[in-house]
């Protein structure tokens, strides 16, 4: 019941599963009568319906699928409950049999157990004498509770909030996704089995729940909040928690895709506001191609310097971490220049901000590695794949990005194989989050042959170099949010375990908190070091047992690695290129 249950969540449309009739228990001798009888009441009303449960036992979940924003449903509800209860008790079961009376069935009680319904009041009043603890079930006898306080109900209606969307859909598509979240609180789990929200997860506040960003949506289009709330800085505070890992949508029973929300959200309230300047510059940071290794080495020298790093810091509301991220004096594309090679097969390297500008070298192993296989990689002029620039709701500066990139590249897509980058967070761009922005056929080609570089070297046979040491290396890896949600399989731990010189283990880790440029900022900076702890507890916990070595394929990965951990910190091609 647990996996089909969540099932019926992904249903779309106005008619959802609804958890009405859902524990009845009915004595085994009594399923039969009880199917025939419950499929006449359900289908005399003309419903689509579900019935599971575990049936061995008599428990049965009867979920008929209702518009509660009809008048007609509204009223069914309490038809159906009537209807759904004298049956049971009439079979000799209880209408409660597996969970709890609650705001559904308290009213329901006194059939249930007609001679003994005084005493539960008794017991109540003795124990709770000023009735406000859970004063709605068990003794509360209302026969129309059943259609009250509901998510929607008769009297719901729609307002737009909004004239243009930001993102590639609909406002009926918009409205649509928010309705899917029907409350379940799955993403509320603190445990680490799912990823789910690593905010949430580690602050326990309501407001970084993925559920708040849908039900503060849900007020605003419903008109049960003022519009002027999409102004108030905690509406920003709200959906600024969604730092975009993606792990909500596919962890969420109904798949909602509260980071999509989250950012049309942001996207619609920078429209009238002041844009912080941090958000501006790490959304940018593309444009370090246009300095000299003079104007480089400029730079690294005064935001190394403590006083203006901390002055720097406090200026754009960064932490004084800043110092430690450094400029490369010459960028990937400097590096690369007058660079050729004739390999058989074509692929165009988009090789990321972090790695043309600050960490080069790690495309250069990508380079060395393809065409050691045989591919002739084209590095085209490129700017940023946008993430940083959508993930704090700057939408447009996203999409002119995205079009910029496809001026440049031009007919190349046609003509190569694949788009490779070694940067999971980039992959995770142009294989997902660009179909989200712009509707366009290059758009859906350039998602279809977008790979990790590890994707690629997976499904040809890896020449691997010699390595000379005599014992294996140890090696812990972290596997990234964006690589964890894009494609359901990792194919750079895949790939390392096949290296004979490596023995390497997965940290199983929750995301490392730094969420690209997140974790700098001030406000942030807190719950980031907070979540970033879980990850270093494990590395120590690990570590005793010899493993030296951390991997990982996102940069800002790398980057919480480096400052949680003594051990070096590699990207996979780092080894491969060994």
Same mark, same amino acid.
């Given at each position: 019941?647990?996996?089909?249950?969540?099932?019926?969540?992904?249903?779309?449309?106005?008619?959802?599963?609804?958890?009405?009739?859902?524990?009845?228990?009915?004595?085994?001798?009594?399923?039969?009568?009880?199917?025939?009888?419950?499929y006449?009441?359900?289908?005399?009303?003309?419903?689509?319906?579900?019935?599971?449960?575990?049936?061995?036992?008599?428990?049965?979940?009867?979920?008929?699928?209702l518009?509660?924003?009809n008048?007609?449903d509204?009223?069914?509800l309490?038809?159906?409950?009537?209807?759904?209860?004298?049956?049971?008790?009439s079979?000799?079961g209880?209408?409660?049999?597996?969970?709890?009376?609650?705001?559904n069935?308290?009213?329901y009680?006194?059939?249930?157990?007609?001679?003994?319904?005084?005493?539960f009041?008794?017991?109540?009043?003795?124990?709770?004498?000023?009735?406000?603890?859970?004063?709605?079930i068990?003794?509360?006898?209302d026969?129309?509770?059943?259609?009250?306080?509901?998510?929607?109900?008769?009297?719901y209606?729609?307002?737009?909030?909004?004239?243009?969307?930001?993102?590639?859909?609909?406002y009926?598509?918009?409205?649509?996704e928010?309705?899917?979240?029907?409350?379940?609180?799955?993403?509320?789990?603190?445990?680490?089995?799912l990823?789910?929200?690593?905010?949430?997860?580690?602050d326990?506040?309501?407001?970084?729940?993925p559920?708040?960003?849908?039900?503060?949506?849900?007020?605003?289009?419903?008109?049960?909040?003022?519009?002027?709330?999409?102004?108030?800085?905690l509406?920003?505070?709200i959906?600024?928690?969604?730092?975009n890992?993606?792990?909500?949508t596919?962890?969420?029973?109904?798949?909602?895709?509260?980071?999509?929300?989250?950012?049309?959200a942001?996207?619609?309230?920078?429209?009238?506001?002041?844009?912080?300047?941090?958000?501006r510059?790490?959304?940018?940071?593309d444009?370090?191609?246009?300095?000299t290794?003079?104007?480089?080495?400029?730079?690294?020298?005064?935001? #190394?310097?403590g006083?203006?790093?901390?002055? /720097?810091? &406090?200026? +754009?509301?960064?932490?004084?971490d =800043?110092?430690? *991220?450094?400029?490369a004096?010459?960028?990937?594309?400097?590096?690369y220049?007058?660079?050729s090679?004739?390999g058989?097969?074509?692929?165009?390297?988009?090789?990321?901000?972090?790695?043309?500008?600050?960490?080069?070298d790690?495309?250069?192993?990508?380079?060395n590695?393809?065409?050691?296989h045989?591919?002739q990689?084209?590095?085209?002029?490129?700017?940023?794949?946008?993430?940083?620039?959508?993930?704090?709701?700057?939408?447009?500066?996203?999409?002119?990005?995205?079009?910029?990139?496809?001026?440049?590249?031009?007919?190349?897509?046609?003509?190569?194989?694949?788009?490779?980058?070694?940067?999971? #967070?980039?992959?995770y761009?142009?294989k997902? /989050?660009? &179909?989200? +922005?712009?509707d366009?056929e290059? =758009?859906?080609? *350039?998602?279809?042959?977008?790979?990790?570089?590890?994707e690629?070297?997976i499904?040809?046979?890896?020449?691997?170099?010699?390595?000379?040491d005599k014992?294996?290396?140890?090696?812990?890896?972290?596997?990234?949010?964006?690589?964890?949600?894009?494609?359901?399989?990792?194919?750079?731990?895949e790939?390392?375990k096949?290296?004979?010189?490596?023995e390497?283990?997965?940290?199983?880790?929750?995301?490392?908190g730094?969420?690209g440029?997140?974790?700098?900022?001030?406000?942030?900076?807190?719950?980031s070091?907070?979540?970033?702890?879980?990850?270093?507890?494990?590395?120590?916990?690990?570590?005793?047992?010899?493993?030296?070595?951390?991997?990982?394929?996102?940069p800002?990965?790398?980057m919480?690695?480096?400052? =949680?951990?003594?051990?070096?910190?590699?990207?996979?091609?780092?080894?491969?290129?060994?």
């Amino acid at each position: 019941r647990k996996a089909a249950a969540p099932m019926l969540y992904k249903l779309r449309g106005d008619e959802k599963t609804t958890h009405l009739i859902e524990s009845a228990a009915i004595p085994v001798s009594q399923l039969v009568n009880y199917f025939k009888l419950m499929y006449e009441i359900l289908e005399k009303y003309g419903l689509k319906f579900s019935i599971i449960g575990h049936i061995g036992k008599g428990v049965v979940h009867t979920e008929p699928r209702l518009n509660l924003k009809n008048k007609r449903d509204v009223e069914l509800l309490k038809i159906l409950s009537d209807e759904a209860s004298d049956l049971v008790i009439s079979l000799g079961g209880t209408i409660s049999g597996e969970h709890g009376e609650g705001l559904n069935r308290s009213y329901y009680i006194k059939k249930q157990y007609p001679t003994i319904y005084k005493l539960f009041l008794e017991v109540k009043k003795i124990l709770e004498s000023y009735n406000i603890l859970n004063p709605y079930i068990k003794t509360y006898f209302d026969e129309n509770q059943v259609k009250e306080r509901l998510r929607f109900g008769k009297d719901y209606s729609e307002h737009n909030i909004v004239e243009d969307m930001n993102f590639n859909w609909s406002y009926r598509d918009f409205i649509t996704e928010i309705d899917m979240c029907n409350g379940c609180s799955n993403c509320t789990i603190p445990t680490n089995i799912l990823r789910m929200c690593p905010v949430y997860k580690f602050d326990f506040d309501e407001i970084s729940a993925p559920k708040s960003k849908a039900n503060i949506l849900r007020g605003l289009i419903s008109g049960e909040l003022k519009e002027d709330v999409i102004r108030n800085p905690l509406f920003k505070a709200i959906m600024e928690r969604c730092i975009n890992c993606g792990a909500c949508t596919i962890e969420c029973p109904s798949n909602v895709n509260v980071p999509k929300l989250s950012m049309e959200a942001k996207a619609i309230y920078y429209k009238n506001q002041r844009i912080p300047l941090f958000y501006r510059l790490s959304s940018n940071l593309d444009y370090a191609k246009i300095l000299t290794p003079l104007l480089v080495r400029f730079n690294n020298y005064f935001t #190394s310097l403590g006083l203006v790093s901390n002055s /720097l810091s &406090k200026l +754009i509301n960064i932490g004084s971490d =800043i110092k430690k *991220i450094k400029l490369a004096e010459n960028n990937l594309f400097k590096k690369y220049k007058n660079h050729s090679n004739k390999g058989d097969r074509k692929i165009l390297l988009f090789s990321g901000c972090y790695y043309n500008y600050i960490e080069p070298d790690i495309s250069l192993d990508t380079i060395n590695i393809l065409e050691r296989h045989g591919f002739q990689v084209i590095l085209p002029d490129q700017f940023c794949c946008g993430i940083p620039a959508v993930s704090k709701g700057l939408v447009d500066l996203a999409k002119k990005k995205i079009i910029k990139n496809i001026e440049k590249w031009g007919d190349i897509v046609h003509d190569i194989q694949y788009i490779v980058s070694a940067c999971s #967070s980039c992959t995770y761009a142009l294989k997902n /989050l660009w &179909k989200s +922005i712009i509707d366009d056929e290059i =758009i859906y080609e *350039i998602s279809r042959k977008t790979k990790l570089i590890s994707e690629v070297l997976i499904d040809i046979e890896f020449k691997k170099n010699k390595y000379n040491d005599k014992e294996k290396r140890k090696a812990l890896y972290h596997e990234p949010c964006h690589l964890k949600f894009q494609s359901g399989k990792n194919f750079s731990l895949e790939l390392l375990k096949k290296l004979e010189y490596l023995e390497v283990q997965s940290l199983d880790s929750n995301c490392c908190g730094m969420a690209g440029s997140w974790g700098m900022y001030n406000k942030n900076s807190l719950i980031s070091q907070k979540i970033g702890d879980d990850l270093k507890n494990r590395i120590n916990k690990k570590g005793r047992d010899g493993y030296y070595l951390l991997l990982t394929d996102c940069p800002s990965c790398r980057m919480r690695l480096k400052s =949680i951990s003594k051990k070096p910190v590699l990207h996979p091609v780092e080894l491969l290129d060994n």
